[in-house]
């Protein structure tokens, strides 16, 4: 599965500061450890709090690249940001995200297409998140005629059943792990699937137990990638020991060791 | 039509094997394995940049479970120079030289015959070097590391290293800068395991070479031909860890079995021993390429010589 990390998030308290005081080690520190644990992507997001976006993406995309050239997920929801964040961070970048609103898809697909970026794409439209599984597929299944309405290759495509908390909305799980069986069913080549993981245990008492208790039920569903806390070992050794015994690896006795050198 | 092509993200590590003069070595040569990144000979589908090679195998003593290569090759079976210097003449790519007579059973050998042997091998011929201990764990453990130090320079392939001695061997091939052969019985997780443990110790992934044993006939065949196969596949799609080219004993498995020791006046329905025989070690080893063999050791002159052709023509695509 691949791991794209979260941490780089203005949202958290740390990256917040980084950005106003320009600490450049702060987000470094933070890129750096989250590869360590197994991320393949990092996610960067200026957070909400950003009064210049532009200029903050900016800073930060650099920041990282004199680290890694790790692909970068550009999440941000406004376009400027999204054009200027692909812009700098090359090869292999996600853009995070569209959702099913056409409008806006046909705002964002056109820089997908000038970058040759994967894209993350919700199963939200005007009226909301669909509380069945038919609901979230066909939202994705307008979702895939608009991508190669835009000529994109599906192959690039994750689609997100989003998972919403558990404590609120407690019939959505068994939804999203349903959508997630259905959605490679859509088209050929097949799109693949996302969560943005740890919105499933906000405001629970038990948040990293929820966290890799679905996301090993959502790879058992066949989940091709999360965006996740990295540093958090237990989800992390959930996720190697699911994919193990879904026959993805082979066993050895230092099987979560031997994941980790890949 | 549309082709349909797998697309792989991993590579197999790439080994040299051998050091000239300029590098601190004797040998006329360093060879390469590895380096794929496609199944074997698909090169519609990806790089086989180093061709599979031929190694020939030396006992330095006569092996008496092998009745038919003792008669044919009787003229030197008793002399390990000379063998050695035949497998050069038979165009074999490297030298496979096997220390049994160390072992505790047979005429337990010193391990300062073990050196001093290595010592002379490596003046007679000029080509890179594998060197196996003498198939006792115990014994490999004070043999190899001698022949680790006689041969520093040289980057030749020492084995095996098992679950039992692998410390002592690795630590010899990291003082004196050789590459290892990890051996398991038939088992992919504990050829990961051993893997990992051996590179644990700081000897990079990139200087194991893989035996799982060597199947000559049936079962075993296709057992180890499954596995080479999974871990090809795994190391294919980016699992490093079982990504290291695969070594395969041919010789020490054909020789032994009744078709390739039976005569024709006890087996007349089996046809001639000859062809029979040099059949049985070439139709192995052929198996065995494509399944994804990085070494194939060989002892005839003839398997040598038709395996050599049979890998030109798969690299080439070309009949000669």
Redesign the interface.
């Given at each position: 599965m691949l791991i794209i990390g979260e941490k780089i998030n203005g949202m958290f308290k740390n990256v917040r500061e980084a950005i106003q005081t320009k600490n450049k080690s702060i987000l470094q520190d933070i890129a750096k450890k989250q590869l360590e644990a197994s991320a393949g992507v990092l996610d960067v997001n200026v957070g909400p709090a950003s009064s210049e976006p532009l200029k903050d993406m900016q800073w930060m995309i650099e920041t990282i690249r004199e680290v890694t050239n790790v692909p970068l997920a550009i999440d941000t929801t406004k376009l400027d940001v999204m054009d200027k964040g692909l812009e700098l961070s090359g090869e292999g970048a996600f853009l995070n995200s569209i959702n099913g609103e056409e409008e806006k898809m046909d705002k964002f697909l056109p820089l997908a297409k000038k970058y040759n970026t994967k894209i993350i794409a919700l199963t939200i439209n005007k009226t909301g998140i669909p509380i069945t599984p038919e609901g979230r597929v066909e939202i994705a299944a307008n979702i895939v005629a608009k991508v190669m309405e835009h000529g994109i290759d599906t192959s690039g495509l994750y689609i997100d059943p989003v998972i919403l908390p558990v404590n609120v909305a407690m019939e959505h799980s068994a939804a999203v792990l349903e959508a997630l069986k259905q959605c490679p069913l859509l088209c050929d080549p097949p799109p693949k699937t996302i969560l943005g993981l740890s919105n499933v245990s906000q405001g629970t008492n038990y948040r990293s137990l929820i966290d890799r208790t679905f996301l090993v039920m959502a790879l058992a569903s066949g989940l091709d990638a999360a965006i996740v806390n990295p540093l958090d070992k237990d989800l992390v050794d959930a996720m190697i020991t699911a994919e193990l015994l879904l026959g993805k690896n082979i066993y050895c006795d230092s099987f979560l060791d031997a994941y980790r050198r890949k | 039509m549309e082709k349909v092509i797998e697309k792989w993200t991993g590579k197999i590590a790439e080994l040299s094997i051998g050091s000239v003069s300029s590098e601190g070595g004797s040998r006329s040569k360093v060879i390469k394995i590895g380096g794929e990144t496609t199944l074997p000979f698909l090169h519609f589908e990806g790089q086989m940049p180093n061709p599979p090679l031929v190694a020939a195998e030396v006992c330095d003593t006569p092996p008496e479970h092998w009745p038919f290569i003792i008669e044919e090759f009787k003229n030197f079976i008793n002399d390990t120079l000379r063998w050695a210097k035949k497998c050069e003449e038979w165009g074999a790519d490297l030298l496979c030289l096997k220390l049994d007579s160390c072992h505790p059973d047979g005429k337990n050998n010193s391990v300062e015959y073990a050196g001093e042997l290595v010592s002379k091998v490596l003046k007679t011929v000029s080509l890179p070097l594998i060197v196996i201990g003498c198939n006792h764990p115990e014994k490999d453990q004070e043999i190899l590391p001698k022949v680790a130090e006689m041969t520093k320079g040289e980057k030749i392939l020492l084995g095996m290293a098992t679950k039992d001695n692998y410390k002592t061997i690795t630590a010899a091939a990291l003082a004196n800068d050789h590459s290892v052969i990890a051996e398991t019985p038939l088992d992919?997780?504990?050829?990961?395991?051993l893997n990992?443990?051996i590179s644990d110790m700081g000897l990079p992934v990139e200087r194991i070479v893989m035996h799982h044993t060597t199947g000559g006939l049936g079962y075993g065949f296709e057992y180890c031909y499954s596995i080479m196969e999974?871990?090809r596949l795994?190391g294919l799609t980016?699992?490093?860890?079982?990504a290291t080219p695969i070594i395969n004993m041919i010789a020490e498995e054909t020789w032994k079995i009744k078709e390739a020791k039976a005569s024709k006046d006890e087996q007349p329905t089996w046809g001639e021993l000859h062809s029979r025989a040099v059949g049985w070690e070439v139709t192995c080893a052929a198996g065995y390429l494509q399944a994804g063999s990085d070494i194939l050791v060989l002892v005839h002159p003839e398997s040598i010589k038709i395996i050599k052709q049979t890998i030109k023509q798969l690299m080439t695509g070309v009949r000669p």
């Open positions: - | 992919i997780n504990l050829a990961k395991q990992i443990l999974r871990c795994a980016g699992d490093k860890v079982v």
